[in-house]
């Protein structure tokens, strides 16, 4: 598989939209609106998955982003990423209500991605060359 190349700022921008589409998704949207449309769901799932895989690669090519912002459930993130891949039959998805209602608004901020130094997102806080080799 042929990667592109990049920055740990695109991951984040990544998981930013992430969470920003699944507030959008289910906003005025209630439990059983949520378990009772498959489309819906099946989007929320993808940008979980999004979410996901968007914080295993920023890990690559940020080692330090747990020890940095030790708020953000990074390998959380990428399990639950992989339930949803590998364990797809399985999904309770009252369980991802739960996640995409209560959990991504806590994670979501921009001040979740934030250090002493400045905003994750930053030129002061990443390097430019932070890139997957």
């Known amino acids: 598989m042929n990667r592109h190349r990049f920055r740990a700022r695109d991951y984040v921008e990544h998981m930013l939209d992430a969470c920003i589409q699944i507030q959008t998704y289910i906003a005025g949207k209630t439990e059983a609106d949520f378990l009772s449309d498959g ?18 690669q920023l890990r690559d090519v940020l080692p330090d982003a747990e020890a940095r912002f030790p708020s ?15 364990g797809y039959i399985f999904v309770n998805y009252g369980v991802i209500w739960g996640v995409a209602h209560d959990e991504i608004p806590r994670c979501a901020p921009a001040s979740k ?6 905003p994750l997102i930053s030129p002061d806080s990443l390097s430019p060359d932070s890139r997957i080799k």
């Open 113 to 118: 991605l934030s250090s002493p130094h400045g």
């Open 39 to 56: 489309l819906l769901q099946d989007g929320v799932v993808r940008r979980l998955e999004i979410l996901g895989e968007a914080s295993r």
């Open 72 to 86: 953000i459930p990074f390998r959380t993130m990428y399990a639950t990423r992989n339930q949803l891949i590998h």
